[in-house]
């Protein structure tokens, strides 16, 4: 089965055409001021302009309020949302409903616990996105983005039932590995595709959407 590929984070229009060109399924813009990959809307809506339809445009956000996602929306067509911090099932719904897109909700990994959460979320969320739980020892972690991997072993029994999509410390290194173990066929990358936190590497997202189109899933 083909694997697809969600490049997250992407702040410039460098990034933006480099993930267009060598074919990326989702982009993703982070709305979560505190991140080094935050854009306003104003950036994220000339970015988004660029981006041809059958790639779909992900908003991040972080426990948002009404005020910023209507401002992003506002001025952002986005296709989805990802909601990335503790956001509860009763809020992800209101989310789907109140703004009629669908939602990827993130549930972040560190045990075979963590998968608990899947039967709060499965038929709520438009998808589910795996990313590593930031570890409390971690000085400035952001929820997410931290370009950590977790086991991906815990994925491959998993009962899942809406689509998934697997996050965290990908790149064009470990992609095939991380697909093979975790059975994904969509796979999300930020930290992996970058120079630095918030300066995309267009070479390297080229090297890593190639990577992910040489998998035999
Ligand atoms: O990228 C961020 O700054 C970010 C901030 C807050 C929540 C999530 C964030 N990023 C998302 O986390 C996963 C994993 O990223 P990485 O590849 O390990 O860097 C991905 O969905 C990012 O978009």
């Given at each position: 089965m083909p694997v697809h590929a969600k490049i997250c984070g992407l702040s410039d229009s460098a990034g933006v055409d480099a993930a267009i060109l060598h074919g990326a399924a989702f982009v993703g813009f982070v709305f979560?001021?505190?991140?080094?990959?935050n854009v306003s809307p104003f950036v994220a809506a000339t970015l988004a302009a660029k981006v041809p339809p059958h790639i779909k445009k992900v908003g991040l956000f972080v426990d948002p309020d009404e005020k910023l996602i209507r401002s992003v929306l506002t001025n952002v067509p986005l296709d989805w949302i990802q909601l990335h911090g503790s956001e509860s099932p009763e809020r992800v719904r209101e989310i789907k409903e109140t703004y009629s897109l669908p939602v990827i909700k993130a549930i972040k990994v560190d045990s075979a616990s963590s998968l608990d959460e899947i039967a709060r979320y499965d038929e709520i969320a438009d998808m589910l996105l795996f990313d590593a739980k930031e570890p409390k020892s971690m000085e400035n972690a952001l929820p997410g983005g931290n370009g950590l991997a977790f086991d991906w072993e815990l994925l491959a029994g998993a009962n899942v039932s809406s689509p998934w999509m697997l996050a965290g410390g990908l790149n064009s290194t470990n992609i095939a590995e991380a697909v093979r173990i975790s059975g994904a066929t969509l796979v999300d990358t930020s930290s992996g595709v970058e120079f630095e936190p918030g300066r995309k590497n267009p070479a390297a997202i080229e090297t890593f959407l190639a990577a992910v189109a040489a998998i035999d899933a």
């Amino acid at each position: 089965m083909p694997v697809h590929a969600k490049i997250c984070g992407l702040s410039d229009s460098a990034g933006v055409d480099a993930a267009i060109l060598h074919g990326a399924a989702f982009v993703g813009f982070v709305f979560y001021p505190p991140s080094p990959r935050n854009v306003s809307p104003f950036v994220a809506a000339t970015l988004a302009a660029k981006v041809p339809p059958h790639i779909k445009k992900v908003g991040l956000f972080v426990d948002p309020d009404e005020k910023l996602i209507r401002s992003v929306l506002t001025n952002v067509p986005l296709d989805w949302i990802q909601l990335h911090g503790s956001e509860s099932p009763e809020r992800v719904r209101e989310i789907k409903e109140t703004y009629s897109l669908p939602v990827i909700k993130a549930i972040k990994v560190d045990s075979a616990s963590s998968l608990d959460e899947i039967a709060r979320y499965d038929e709520i969320a438009d998808m589910l996105l795996f990313d590593a739980k930031e570890p409390k020892s971690m000085e400035n972690a952001l929820p997410g983005g931290n370009g950590l991997a977790f086991d991906w072993e815990l994925l491959a029994g998993a009962n899942v039932s809406s689509p998934w999509m697997l996050a965290g410390g990908l790149n064009s290194t470990n992609i095939a590995e991380a697909v093979r173990i975790s059975g994904a066929t969509l796979v999300d990358t930020s930290s992996g595709v970058e120079f630095e936190p918030g300066r995309k590497n267009p070479a390297a997202i080229e090297t890593f959407l190639a990577a992910v189109a040489a998998i035999d899933a």
